[in-house]
């Protein structure tokens, strides 16, 4: 086997399995590409991903042909190849700094995971927590139901509660969230960043009266409706913290927008950006400061970066709120309407100082598109399209929605099925990754937290997408799109290290590191 294995070495020039890596169980389930089959005693992993020395690099590939993070490596070259694409490193022109990638622990996720073997589900915690896995180190948290919730409820159903005595988390929180959320946090290397949204406030304190439809606090920012809704994050925080969670950030409430709009179907509370700013400034930013949670970051916006730069500019201008906030929290819906430049790219140059975030993003939601399609490519190349467009314009992570769903999309209690990296099959006791599992992978894998977005330039125009990156510890990390169905042939040019002749082959992701030092 060694001598085999040898002479494939010697034949192909790469090495093609790294340490503790295992190959996919694929399965054609009847779209363009394959699906990765796990269950409780088999899933195969990248492994650890430790750099070969100065000199040599890594490469990652996945691709429709059914490649998932193939592992290769290779020389660097002293000399340039001479090919006609050269991608270039530039290293002196620095941009923001990665926070992280991770997914969301809703009900309907929990649900999912713990229908599974224990086998199983550890497999599956492995898949985006470990250092085997793909190294998630955001979780996003539903403070209370949303659509993916299998029935209707808040922490302050009872009326008039404005002290918030009866304040309580749910069996949803208690029984799956939490423990789900303490054993990702065991199996992660480092502290997960765990985010905080809430869908809607108690039907009580809302002009309709109701966790659905059009409607939003009663009241006016200062006003008892608005205080108590401010509480009511700090209890959560709070209780949260009985269990050892503590919340990197909270968003000021899940698409403010979808309040405003009337029969909306699903949980929601309407705000303007006017509203948002002042409930802020008057509100949460003064509860959250006199809290024993201080430290916790807060996102405006939460929603379609369609509502930027307006919403943004109405916040953050002013003083009064603008001092509490840390970040714009986007949503990756309608994105293909509005370019980044004139979205996130305005208001980084516009508020340098707070920092843009990706936080919902999930395929399968457009009616034209809607629900799981097991092992479809042109979805894992959506999320690498968008992933590098945001990066490229200031994001400093990217959030995807539900961590596991079942094979219809849900549950979900209005049927608003969508898909996810992750689909469980609780009857055979298997879950499969899909292609947008190793989409996110290729970034999260690799964009370790700290990690600087840096210049790349191309010699010539080109159908390649790609983002370069320099790690904390100076290695380089450039991640390469190919959405043509034509092979692309490049060279990577990195000054301080020399040149990599590379292939991106049709319908491909790469992601390729080397040291500098």
């Known amino acids: ?39 409780s005693t088999y899933c195969d992993s990248v492994g650890s991903v430790a750099l070969p020395p100065l000199g040599q690099y890594s490469s990652y590939l996945s691709s429709m042909a059914g490649s998932r993070l193939q592992a290769g490596r290779g020389q660097l070259q002293v000399n340039s190849t001479g090919a006609g694409l050269r991608l270039t490193v530039v290293p002196d022109q620095k941009y923001q700094k990665i926070r992280g990638f991770g997914g969301a622990m809703t009900d309907a996720a929990a649900i999912n995971i ?9 497999q599956l915690l492995r898949q985006y927590f470990s250092p085997e896995g793909i190294g998630y180190s955001v979780v996003r948290v539903p403070m209370a139901s949303c659509d993916f919730s299998t029935r209707l409820y808040t922490y302050a159903d009872t009326p008039g509660d404005y002290n918030l005595e009866n304040f309580t988390l749910a069996p949803e929180d208690v029984k799956m969230k939490i423990p789900l959320l303490q054993r990702a946090q065991a199996l992660s290397p480092r502290p997960l960043s765990l985010l905080a949204s809430a869908w809607s406030a108690p039907a009580w304190m809302k002009t309709n009266g109701a ?47 979808a309040g405003h709009i009337t029969n909306y179907s699903f949980q929601a509370l309407g705000f303007t950006a006017e509203e948002q700013r ?12 006199a809290s024993s949670h201080p430290r916790t970051h807060v996102l405006i916006l939460d929603d379609n970066r369609l509502l930027l730069p307006h919403w943004a500019k109405v916040v953050l201008n002013d003083i009064h709120a603008g001092r509490f906030v840390h970040g714009v929290a986007v949503h990756w819906y309608m994105d293909s309407l509005v370019p980044a430049e004139i979205s996130l790219g305005v208001i980084h140059h516009l ?42 314009h200031y994001v400093v992570g990217w959030t995807d929605w539900n961590l596991a769903l079942d094979q219809t999309g849900g549950p979900n209690w209005v049927k608003n099925f969508v898909d996810s990296p992750v689909v469980v099959d609780a009857q055979r006791d298997v879950f499969y990754k899909q292609p947008h599992f190793y989409s996110m992978a290729h970034f999260s894998k690799f964009l370790w937290e700290g990690s600087q977005r840096v210049g790349v330039s191309a010699s010539q125009e080109t159908g390649l997408e790609y983002a370069g990156f320099i790690r904390p510890d100076g290695s380089v990390v450039l991640i390469v799109l190919n959405r043509s169905s034509s092979v692309i042939r490049f060279e990577v040019c990195d000054l301080s290290v020399g040149y990599i002749s590379s292939t991106a082959p049709a319908r491909s992701m790469l992601t390729l590191a080397w040291n500098t030092r």
């Open 211 to 257: 966790l659905v439809g059009k409607g939003s606090l009663r009241g006016q920012p200062g006003g008892k409706e608005h205080k108590t809704w401010a509480q009511y994050y700090i209890r959560f925080l709070e209780e949260y913290a009985k269990y050892n969670l503590t919340f990197w950030a909270l968003t000021t409430g899940n698409e403010p927008s």
């Open 351 to 392: 508020y340098p100082e707070y920092y843009l975030f990706g936080t919902e993003a999930c395929a399968g939601w457009s009616p034209l598109d809607r629900g799981v399609k097991l092992g479809s490519w042109d979805r894992a190349e959506q999320y690498a399209h968008d992933i590098i467009g945001d990066l490229n």
């Open 1 to 39: 086997m060694v001598s085999v294995l040898l002479a494939l070495v010697l034949l192909t020039g790469e090495v093609t399995l790294s340490k503790g890596s295992s190959r996919c169980v694929a399965r054609n389930m009847g779209h363009d590409s394959v699906v990765c089959e796990c269950n």
């Open 114 to 122: 713990l229908s599974l073997s224990a086998g199983a589900q550890d």
């Open 278 to 289: 002042d409930w802020v400034a008057l509100d949460l930013g003064p509860a959250l400061h």
